[in-house]
Each structure stands twice: as C-alpha cells, then as structure tokens.
C-alpha cells in the first residue's frame, strides 16, 4: 500500500528535467546579417593568416610577426618582444580588453557576443554550411524527422566532413601561433611533428567541431559566464536589440486593423541561433546578434509598414515610448507619438565616462611603462645555505647568483663593480679582470648569462648582521647600464 501511495506521489510530482530541443535557425538576408558576415569574414581572414606573415628580426631569430615561442620563451608581436618577466605587459593587455568589453556592453549590450565572440563566429560558420549541405530550417527539421535512409546517412557525413575540415583548419591554426606556420605544416603532413604536436592539434580540432557544430548555443546559454555578468554592465541607455511592445501589441492577422503591428508570424524566433522569443523582452539567452531584426523587417517590408518594430534601442525610450501611446489604438498616429517620444542615445555619461578614463589610465602606465623598458637588467640571488661562510683567515664571505638579462640582438662586454661598506673585495671566478681588478662579464645578445660571485669581508672589517650591497654594470665609459642591491649577511656583533 504504502509503495503505490510513493509510486503515486513520484508520478505526480514535476519532472525538472528537460531534454534539448535542437535549434534550428531559419537564414535570413538584411542590414545586420550583412554586417555579421563582413566581421565573420574579417576575423576569420586574420586567424588564418596572421601565422603566415613575417618580421624580419634579424639572424637567428624567428621571422613570424605573431609568434609564443615556447622552446625560448619570447612572445613576438611584430617589432615587440616580451620575455617570460615581461607578463605584466599581457596582464595589462587582458585589463584593456576586460574594460573595452565592459565599455562596448555599457554602449551596444552584447555586441562582443553576437559580432566577434569566437564561439558566434565559428557556429555562424558551421551553420551556413549545414544549410549549404541540408538545406535551410524546414528542410533540416524535414530531415531530422525522416528515415535515416542512404539520403540522411550522405547528407550528414558531408556536412560533418565539412565540418571536420574546417576544425581541423582551425586546429592547425592555432597550432602556428605557437611554432613557425611554414615548418610545423610541412612537419604534420609528413608526419615529422612531436607528439605534443599532434596532441593539441587533435584537442583543438576536436573542441572547434564540438563547441560550433553540436553545442552551439549551449556554450552561450550554460558553459560561457558572460551572460551572467554583462546584465550589470547595462543601464537604460545602453542600446540593445529590443521588441518595440508599444507598437506591436496587440498582436493580431495583418487584416486585422485594431491589431498591432505584430502579426505573429514568429520569424523572429526562426532565425535566433539560440530559440529565443525576442518578443518576451531581455533575455539571457540573447547575444544580441539582431537577426530578428532583418527577419522582422523584411515582415513589416512585404507587409507594406514601417520597419523598426524590433530594433536596436534603449530601455529608456522603451519607456518614454510605451507612457506616451498608452491608451492610444494602433495605426499611425501611435507609430508617430511613440516614435517622437524617444531621444537620441546617450553615449557620454557617467559609466562610459569612467571605462573611458580607466582605458586611457592603463594604456598611459603600459605606454610609460614600454617607453621605460630596461634593455639590460641585473638580478642577484644570495646563497640560502649557508648564508655566509667564515675564511680561515676569519674573514666573512657570502655567495651570490648574478644573471644578466640582454634584450637586445647585439651582446657586450661590461665591467662588474660592487658598492658597499670599502674594503670589501668581489671575485666571479669564470670572469676575467680588468687593469683594476674587477670582473668583465659578457652579455649575450637576447639571452640570460649567468654568473657565480662571491663578495668577501677581511677580519678587520667590523659590520652589523646585514648591510646593502649594489652590484654594478658599467660600460667602456664607466657609465652605469644595470644595478641591482642585495645585502651581505655576517654573524651577530
């Protein structure tokens, strides 16, 4: 009894799982998918192809504009190249892109999303070619639905082997970005490539066909956070791609007059590439691609109405829009009062203002500090164990690690000399000596040189626990080119 009572409550209780309905966007021509192919083609155009333009950087060096090059931990970027101490300036480089992105959101809602976000753009790719391969939505549902006959079984291999291809391009250009674009092709067609090669090579073909031809819109909706965060980069004067409810409401036939402008006929809801109903407002499904706007204004075109019943807009002229026709009977006079009662958007106020100054603000630091990039740097690293030594004349010796960092393509000999407490005597071992008995060390052009030095205190010499001491790089006129401080350690007093 007591388990049909619990067979009873199961059967009745909701089920909070739902199984994914494929999304399948109908195509659509117009102003904005225009623009989204002009940026798709353009992005696209330098992912391929910015692994094979060249710098010449001189002998030695790797020609490639845009090149990590892992093996020797440089990352070239045309003229510029920063080494592994350098990451601040790619931390710099991630906060100018965060607070541009915050500022376009503020300005024109997800535009990152439905323009130039990487997971739109190579979706955008693979859903022109499965319309190409299984025809536009009715076909493609027609097809989902039918026998998996020889007809089903032929259409999906070509458009997964499309896909494939495509991924595998992808992959493979990823893959240049990180080793010489020319070497590394000629090594994976002939087989010659490492492991580790072929390994990503796989990893990022893999997620290219997975994320932009099966998840689709789910990375959008689930896996990508931004959706979550982007709602407090907006305000009322952001324009974002809204349905103009006080125009189109009271949905209704196009013969009939008391109606709206709406019709209903839910093109807009075919051609989003998430499924979403624009018509029922802001929505965290929506990238803001505004394709519902070329397929509502082709209705309203063919219809014989004005077009803009969904359009990019302001929550505040939304507003101003629906207080001033309400009450009114659709037609023309409500189309005029609601059209009078927007304002131009608001692009300069107090949100734009400060992304504005925060992005002059880094970019001045990252600039000044470029412009004040040291070419040549010092570092000491003083021995842990044992922190000093004692001499058998009872003296005091400490051991330290020098590494010279040259940035430049042209190598050097320079004159180590060391400031501190007088009498204190420096020797590096490997290094020769100059009339006056200091260390000449050689910097190597684009590289680390590193030394051993030891810095010794005679028995006479009485000093506290610690003292300062600088290590000094001097050229052939005595002038100072790196510096670096340390201390010398001795016993208690």
Same mark, same amino acid.
């Given at each position: 009894?007591?388990?049909a009572?619990? @067979? ?13 309905v ?12 225009r ?6 083609f353009?992005?696209?155009g ?10 010449n ?12 090059d ?25 906060i100018?892109?965060a ?9 024109f ?7 130039a976000?990487?997971q739109?753009v ?6 022109w070619v ?6 536009d ?13 020889a ?19 992808t992959?493979g250009a990823?893959?240049?970005?990180f080793? /010489? ?10 087989g010659?490539a ?11 073909t ?7 031809g099966?998840a ?7 896996m !990508?956070p931004?959706?979550r965060?982007?709602?407090a980069?907006?305000d009322?004067?952001?324009l ?8 189109g ?12 402008? !709406?019709?209903?006929? @839910?093109?807009c ?16 499904e929506?990238?803001? !691609?505004g394709? !519902? ?13 004005? @077009?803009g019943l ?8 939304l ?6 026709t @309400?009450g ?18 608001r ?5 734009t203002l ?7 603000a880094?970019?001045?630091?990252m ?13 000491v690293?003083?021995d ?5 030594v004692?001499?058998?004349?009872g003296?005091?010796?400490?051991a ?32 020769p000596? /100059? ?11 684009d590289a ?46």
């Open positions: 009894m007591m388990q009572e619990r @067979k009873g409550e199961a059967a009745a209780t909701p089920s909070l799982y739902a199984s994914h494929k999304v399948q966007p109908r195509a659509v021509s117009g102003p904005v998918r623009a989204k192919w002009t940026v798709l353009l992005l696209l330098l992912y391929y192809a910015v692994p094979w333009l060249r710098w950087r001189g002998p030695g060096v790797p020609d490639q504009a845009v090149l990590a892992m093996a020797h931990a440089r990352l070239f970027l045309g003229p510029i190249e920063i080494w592994p101490q350098e990451v601040y300036y790619l931390v710099g480089l991630l100018l892109a607070i541009g992105l915050f500022a376009a959101t503020s300005l809602g997800r535009v990152w999303c439905g323009f976000c990487p739109t190579w979706t955008d790719l693979f859903m499965e319309r190409k391969v299984e025809g939505r009715n076909a493609r549902i027609k097809l989902d639905a039918g026998p998996r006959d007809a089903w079984w032929r259409k999906k291999a070509a458009k997964h082997a499309a896909w494939l291809t495509i991924a595998m391009a992959g990823w893959i240049m970005y080793n /010489d674009a020319p070497t590394v092709t000629r090594e994976m067609l002939t010659e490492s492991l580790t090669v072929y390994g990503f090579f796989a990893l990022f893999g997620t290219t066909w997975l994320l932009a099966g689709r819109e789910q990375v959008c909706t689930y !990508c931004w959706p965060i982007q709602g980069m907006l009322e004067n952001s974002v791609v809204s349905y103009r409810e006080w125009r409401e009271r949905r209704g036939k196009p013969s009939d007059a008391t109606a709206g402008d !709406c019709v209903d006929c @839910k093109a809801v075919h051609v989003c590439p998430t499924g979403i109903d624009i018509r029922d407002g802001q929505q965290l929506c990238i803001g !691609c394709l !519902c706007i070329d397929a509502c204004d082709d209705v309203m075109g063919r219809l014989g109405r004005e @077009k969904i359009a990019f807009e302001t929550l505040s002229n507003a101003a829009s629906a207080a001033a @309400k009114m009977e659709p037609g023309p006079a409500r189309r005029a009062a609601g059209m009078a009662a927007r304002t131009a958007p692009f300069l106020r107090v949100r400060i992304y504005a100054g925060a992005l002059g880094v970019a001045a630091v600039l000044g500090a470029w412009v004040m990039r040291e070419t040549l740097t010092i570092s690293l003083p842990r164990a044992p922190l000093f004692r001499l058998s004349d003296g005091i010796r400490n330290y690690t020098l590494k010279l960092a040259n940035k430049l393509r042209e190598g050097g000999t320079l004159t180590l000399e060391i400031r501190g407490p007088a009498d204190l005597s420096l020797m590096v071992p490997e290094a000596h /100059d009339p006056q008995g200091r260390p000449l060390l050689h910097a190597r052009p680390i040189a590193s030394y051993r030095a030891f810095v010794s205190a005679p028995p006479t010499l009485h000093l506290p626990e610690r003292v300062e001491v600088t290590f000094r790089l001097l050229d052939a006129e005595g002038r100072v080119q790196a510096s670096a401080t340390s201390a010398f350690l001795g016993p208690r007093p």
